[in-house]
């Protein structure tokens, strides 16, 4: 039976600005309602098989995006889209237009009476925005029935969790932290050399710059990632995938200015984990985790639903169909039907 076509809707983010697309999926009486995003390079299509099972499986409205100008199509292609990529606010305003049109959509508060449960699904870098949009949403609406799950990537304690952690540890071991900065820097200098240098010169240099992560063993990956990554239904064009890069520019800015802080001040766990849980699986098969250690210990540790899974055999796109996407969809049902 072929699939059937999700409808999109490309929505703004402000005056002029382009925000991105949303793919619809799943009926709009369902009692709950997603917004799912993945992360860097991705658009909307590794996400498309999940959520679709997702939206079967938990009577769910599903909303797919993905971060500004990620998304590619003959109507919106990337070049269409802001230049120097997006600021973390930018991003989090994206997914609440995002949701906007989700909620708009969806019928089930009109029939019943009662709000639809809003789960948030991020994978990667959109995990930070992510996690700031619940959490903001949160603030906005402290009654709604609000959760998160988040795949292999995972943010700091709030700061009032912090004191509480006993015994202490550190958020990344110091070889996480020298992988990190190391194939970060290279995906900056990628989009940097995209928006600044004449684009047969940024091409040239893409190549340099790849290699460079394989000589010096930068890339946080191993080969079960790549292989997902080289069965894209259509590879990305270079120019694409270093523009794509610009979170890490925007992360390494935050750092440089000495505003990190306030740039990242809601990318934590949700302050009452018991008002907001969160489902936390990663892929155990990579060179470093991408997840702060401390925040891995509350979830353990906290008393709610949230939890912690580690996904044997797989790497960093866990939840698509190439590694363990029926396990992931089995374990999130779990925790969604958990009271």
């Not at 991705?42 to 909303?63: L, M």
């Not at 990620?70 to 070049?79: A, G, L, M």
């Not at 120097?84 to 508060?109: C, H």
């Not at 449960?117 to 603030?139: E, K, T």
């Amino acid at each position: 039976m072929a699939t059937a076509v999700p409808e999109q809707v490309t929505y703004p983010i402000g005056d002029d600005v382009l925000g991105g697309s949303i793919y619809l999926i799943g009926s709009p009486s369902a009692r709950n309602i997603a917004i799912i995003s993945a992360g860097y390079p991705d658009d909307h299509e590794c996400f498309i098989p999940f959520a679709t099972k997702f939206a079967e499986q938990n009577d769910a409205f599903v909303g797919v995006t993905c971060l500004p100008g990620y998304h590619d199509s003959t109507e919106k292609p990337w070049r269409e889209y802001k230049k120097n990529g997006y600021t973390f606010d930018e991003m989090v305003n994206a997914f609440r237009e995002a949701a906007k049109i989700v909620e708009s959509r969806s019928i089930y508060e009109k029939t019943i009476g009662v709000k639809p449960r809003l789960i948030g699904i991020f994978h990667d870098w959109g995990v930070a925005p992510g996690s700031m949009f619940i959490n903001r949403y949160r603030q906005e609406y402290p009654d709604r029935k609000v959760e998160m799950i988040n795949f292999d990537v995972l943010g700091s304690p709030h700061p009032e969790m912090e004191k509480e952690l006993i015994p202490k540890i550190a958020p990344y071991s110091l070889y996480e932290i020298y992988i990190a900065i190391g194939y970060r820097s290279i995906f900056a200098l990628m989009h940097l050399s995209q928006r600044h240098l004449p684009e047969k010169l940024a091409k040239v240099l893409f190549i340099p710059l790849i290699l460079t992560l394989q000589i010096f063993r930068l890339s946080p990956t191993y080969k079960i990632d790549a292989k997902v990554f080289e069965s894209r239904k259509t590879p990305l064009d270079p120019l694409r995938m270093m523009y794509m890069a610009y979170p890490y520019v925007n992360m390494f800015k935050a750092i440089f200015t000495g505003k990190s802080q306030k740039v990242f001040q809601d990318f934590s766990l949700p302050k009452d984990l018991e008002k907001t849980p969160v489902l936390y699986m990663y892929g155990t098969e990579k060179r470093i985790m991408f997840h702060d250690h401390r925040s891995v210990q509350i979830l353990k540790s906290s008393k709610g639903k949230s939890n912690v899974i580690g996904v044997e055999n797989s790497g960093h796109w866990l939840y698509t169909e190439g590694q363990r996407m029926e396990y992931c969809l089995e374990k999130v049902k779990e925790f969604l039907d958990t009271v």
